[in-house]
């Protein structure tokens, strides 16, 4: 009988599973992270069927933990069962807002019991602890049923079987479903819509409705001419990018008129990122603000509500797929553990890497920490590297912010405030690496081990100001008293955070040999009014004169922007190494790789558009295949 510890364990046999491509991994129920805002919904999916078993009996007896995120943490439980029964569920750990969270402690876990069944209500004004505790239950339970097949019998015969339910798949579904197509949509973790319950609204294309509004002129031709200039030719997939710019602008009236996605505004932005001369990026709900993305979610599951309702589509949450079948040339099919589902197509939609250690050190980092959505956890490149499938720009630079604290192994749960007024930044030599205003990220990217300390003096402690900061993908929860509390136990801990009465105390606690001139020299130039080093701005110079001196440890992190991805045709089909296309086996989405189609650039809205495009294109491929 499996012992589950933490879901990170989970993810780590699970992925160390498809490596070796072993059937039997259960299914796992895969938990979102706290970088949700605290204003969105559900997500819709109240009620949802869920694939727990929840037949009396159902379940191995034993104790098993696990645990998932809530608003502010990593909630952890333990599950008592006994006589086939969930008789007991305690809280181990949590750090969610006292008072405000209580109701989801006090009734989710009993709710759990009564029902026998993580498909319970989630608690209102406490969604994102409630939704913590069922996943954190989901994934003890999930040890407890190892070796079991836990997957549902079919209700349709499918056409096609589309893996991983977020956008793309989404996209994916719901238009094979308008298709005519029957769909057996699974999903590994407890809900569907993956990265969009956290991402920004952009979407990008070229040729679309609101582009015509706002009097932009666009062709698939000039925006593949910008690609070639701006990303560099023989950087991406020329016929990735050919097919992309050709159906982008299709895909985002699609998402306008057919699904009525709300585009706020309905105007166009700049890039985010790299910006293009011409417009071609609007936003859902008018907005770039996280939680914006909802804007796609919730019109996209109505209607994949519907056509379940129908009798189109079949969802199976909590099921993972550990193998793709293909015979020869051709897919066929995909494993759930021991369970077979077959259908003349799949579509590959399981998303980017963004949380998976191993891929994104691809890029050259030597430690990086991630704040991404657990579900970003590149299980789809292994399922597609099992079937002959490779990778490409997987070496590119991913987008990543610097100053992630590695408290928690590859979790990130603190961030320095990388704005703090004053603060220098130097590396284990003690050197200042550059201009500490351009918060550049590429002098985490190089420096040695990929980590630097941020330095302040007790003359610039404001605790108005946070320091350190809760993560919350790039703006950071902030923390009681800003912060410094925490900094005083991290201190304490001498780990991570530093503090000394001199500079030469710092020095000795970090090892850092050369801090004590570097700061000379630093607080010479402050006082000089010019920064001989990096040229930073005097006006932002603040002379370290004063104890106590604080050091914090930090290095890149991540919380979305995979940037490559598995190699596909102009069709969306897996290509192997040899160039011969799997039949049948289509990729949409973020598992594409942004910078297969784009090179060099990071053009805003090239994720969800990726999702809207390549979802379609899947769909209308399989419709050809059912000849339907
Ligand atoms: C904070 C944040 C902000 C963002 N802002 C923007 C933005 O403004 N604009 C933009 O274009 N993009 C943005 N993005 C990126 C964008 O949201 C994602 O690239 C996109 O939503 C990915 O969709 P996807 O369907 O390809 O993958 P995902 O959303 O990752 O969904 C994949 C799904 O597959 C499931 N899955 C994985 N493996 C398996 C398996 N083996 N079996 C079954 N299911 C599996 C996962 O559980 C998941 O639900 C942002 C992302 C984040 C995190």
Same mark, same amino acid.
């Given at each position: 009988m499996s012992f589950r510890k933490t879901k990170l364990l989970s993810l780590l046999s699970l992925l160390l599973c498809m490596a070796l491509t072993v059937t039997a991994c259960s299914p796992a129920g895969t938990d979102a992270p706290?970088?949700?805002?605290?204003?969105?919904?559900?997500?819709?999916?109240?009620?949802a069927e869920q694939e727990m078993p929840a037949a009396e009996g159902a379940y191995t007896d034993g104790v098993y933990t696990g645990s998932g995120s809530g608003m502010h943490s990593n909630i952890e439980v333990s599950v008592t069962v006994e006589g086939g029964k969930i008789t007991q569920i305690d809280i181990l750990s949590q750090e969610e807002t006292p008072g405000l969270s209580d109701p989801a402690f006090e009734q989710i876990p009993q709710a759990i019991i009564d029902a026998q069944s993580t498909d319970v209500d989630v608690v209102a004004n406490a969604t994102m602890t409630s939704e913590g505790i069922i996943a954190a239950v989901n994934a003890a339970l999930e040890g407890g049923n190892a070796g079991d097949t836990v997957t549902a019998e079919l209700t349709i015969e499918p056409d096609v079987i589309v893996v991983g339910a977020g956008m793309a798949g989404l996209c994916t579904t719901v238009r094979a479903a308008e298709l005519g197509l029957n769909v057996l949509l699974l999903e590994a973790?407890?809900?569907?819509?993956g990265c969009i319950h956290y991402a920004g609204g952009t979407i990008s294309g070229a040729g679309f409705k609101i582009q015509e509004e706002n009097g932009v002129e666009d062709t698939p031709e000039a925006f593949y001419e910008d690609i070639v200039a701006?990303?560099?030719? &023989?950087?991406? %997939?020329e016929d990735l990018a050919w097919t992309h710019c050709e159906n982008s602008g299709a895909a985002i009236d699609w998402l306008d008129?057919?699904? &009525?996605?709300d585009f706020g505004d309905r105007t166009l932005v700049g890039g985010a990122y790299t910006a293009m001369d011409t417009l071609r990026v609007t936003r859902a709900l008018g907005s770039?603000?996280?939680?914006?993305a909802l804007g796609y979610l919730e019109p996209l599951e109505a209607r994949l509500n519907e056509a379940i309702d129908a009798g189109n589509v079949q969802l199976m949450l %909590?099921?993972?797929?550990?193998e793709l079948i293909v015979e020869g040339d051709e897919s066929k099919g995909v494993r759930c553990g021991d369970t077979e589902y077959l259908a003349p197509s799949v579509v590959l939609a399981t998303g980017g890497y963004c949380y998976n250690e191993e891929l994104l050190k691809?890029? &050259?980092?030597e430690n990086v920490i991630s704040a991404a959505?657990?579900?970003?956890?590149?299980?789809g490149f292994y399922l597609a590297q099992a079937v002959g499938g490779v990778f490409d720009n997987m070496d590119k630079t991913v987008i990543f912010y610097g100053g992630?604290?590695?408290?928690?192994g590859f979790d990130m749960t603190y961030q320095a405030n990388?704005?703090?007024?004053?603060r220098i930044y130097v590396d284990l030599d003690g050197n200042r690496v550059g201009n500490?205003?351009?918060?550049?990220?590429n002098m985490w990217k190089n420096a040695a081990e990929n980590k630097l300390y941020v330095i302040i003096s007790g003359n610039m402690?404001?605790?108005?100001?946070?320091?350190l900061r809760k993560s919350m993908a790039q703006s950071g929860f902030p923390l009681d008293n800003n912060g410094w509390d925490m900094l005083e136990t991290m201190a304490a801990e001498g780990e991570y955070a530093f503090k000394a009465d001199s500079l030469e105390e710092l020095a000795e606690l970090l090892g850092t040999e050369n801090l004590v001139a570097t700061v000379e020299q630093y607080n010479a130039d402050a006082a000089a009014g010019e920064?001989?080093?990096?040229?930073?701005?005097p006006a932002n110079m603040v002379a370290l004169?004063?104890?106590?001196y604080y050091a914090l440890l930090t290095v890149p992190y991540v919380w979305s922007g995979t940037s490559g991805g598995v190699r596909a045709d102009g069709e969306g089909r897996l290509l192997r190494e040899d160039g011969t296309a799997v039949e049948g086996l289509f990729l949409a989405g973020e598992i594409l790789g942004p910078t297969n189609i784009l090179g060099r650039i990071n053009f805003g809205g090239i994720n969800h558009s990726m999702c809207a495009t390549w979802g379609m294109l899947a769909a209308e491929h399989a419709a050809e295949r059912a000849e339907k």
């Open positions: 706290e970088t949700q805002p605290a204003t969105t919904a559900a997500a819709g999916t109240e009620g973790s407890v809900r569907v819509g701006l990303g560099g030719e &023989g950087e991406f %997939n008129e057919d699904i &009525g996605v770039y603000s996280m939680g914006a %909590n099921t993972t797929v550990t691809m890029a &050259g980092f959505p657990q579900t970003s956890n590149g299980s992630g604290i590695p408290t928690d990388t704005s703090y007024p004053g500490e205003d351009g918060n550049d990220i402690v404001d605790e108005e100001t946070a320091f920064d001989s080093q990096f040229g930073r701005d004169e004063e104890g106590p």
